[in-house]
């Protein structure tokens, strides 16, 4: 029983499932947002019918948010859905 303890008080941090997922996601959103802010300029931009002067790094920063929103809403939903499964 002490070394099953031990075991677990040895693992690194970077072997851990977690950080590992992280790892990545941490990584494209460092670039993704050097990207944006990169891109200071004004543009024109059609919602459906209006069109809408802005700096490109907000639509491009607006684009980025609701990628995220749905990226989360989508695992969030997948992983219920196993858990009904498994249940």
Do not use: Y
């Not at 031990?6 to 990207?35: E, G, N, Q």
């Not at 209006?50 to 490109?56: K, N, R």
Request: contains cysteine; proline residues 5%; aromatic residues 8%.
């Amino acid at each position: 029983m002490t070394q099953a303890s031990t075991d677990k008080a040895h693992r690194s941090f970077l072997s851990r499932p977690a950080v590992r997922r992280l790892i990545p996601f941490i990584l494209i959103t460092a670039i993704a947002l050097i990207f944006i802010f990169e891109n200071r300029s004004s543009v024109e931009i059609r919602l459906l019918i209006p069109m809408v002067t802005m700096p490109l790094w907000g639509a491009l920063l607006i684009s980025w948010a609701l990628g995220i929103l749905a990226c989360v809403f989508t695992v969030r939903r997948r992983s219920s859905r196993h858990s009904r499964r498994q249940g």
